[in-house]
């Protein structure tokens, strides 16, 4: 007489993950292999026709149906196996930390795999595991910009203030300039690589065709775009941008304007008092980042810019304009959210940071 097979059970919340686990294309296919067992043995198919179906043997269906039935999830696991001790292990972590805040060796300016490779003793493949573990970047690397300014606190408030709860009826811009934008001409196409990738491909010669500086207002509420070209950058041509911006503008509003401390933007007293509805407020030293239509500079470089060839200075001013025109049709304001860089953050070791 034939044994009865045995009977297992779960709860729902297990076979939930057993499912997602046995339809995964991204778990071990080991795993993905028990979690097929186990679920063949929950729905009572027959160890022969399990074993038939994942080309295993019946005693493997058996090993892993018994190890759930007595551990749950947790049995489908690999337990701890005894064998050789690692070769590299905590201690050989710690020494690599402390070799990266060393001084690199002669002729490099930074570490790399290789060098820490060879003053450690180690293989290259050691070091990369740890630095991928800890998430060290050796060429990869962040600038900053710390200001200065013994009124950056109140300065910076003041900004952030108009952006998050400017006052009541009032408009608030940002407003700056991208000077010498270059009209370069240069050919490009598409490339080929060994690894069979495709990518945009630019001849490394090219030709000058003049600059212009693009004056921009943002509307921080509304994230609209006011844009003017100019071949210069005065004092002139900054007025003769702002008597268009406040041109269409509502007249009995107020008007708040965020500038950084270029010298144009400064000692305009005459043209404010003009404009008795228009108030100047300047970013801190050294922190243009708190200008925000700096935003939107990056990503007109990057849309419209990058990549580009212009045959003469006419096609470039068309190009700005363009896109200013495209971007204009469905504006989207942008989102205030820039994080605090404190002084320690910047004196902190690698060592401190991964510990």
Known sequence: MPKKARVISCSPEERLKLESVANSRTEE??????????LGCLNQRPVNEIARRLDIRQNTVIVWRDRFAQEGLKG??????????PTYDESFRKKLLVLLEEKPPKGQAVWDGASLAQRLQASVDAVWRVLRKEGICLQRHRSWCVSTDPEFAAKAAEIVGLYLNPAENAIVISVDEKPSIQALERAGGYVKTSSGKIVRGFKSAYKRHGTLNLFAALEVATGVIRGRTTGRKRRVEFLAFMDEVVADLPTDREIHVILDNYCIHKRNDQWLARHPNVFFHFTPTSASWLNMVEIWFGIFTRKALRGASFQEIEQLRQAIEDYIEVYSINPTPFVWRKREVKGAQLRDTIVNLCN
């Open 76 to 85: 489908l696991h690999d337990r701890a196996r005894a064998g050789r001790p």
């Open 29 to 38: 296919a080991r795993m993905v292999q028990r979690a097929k067992i186990v």
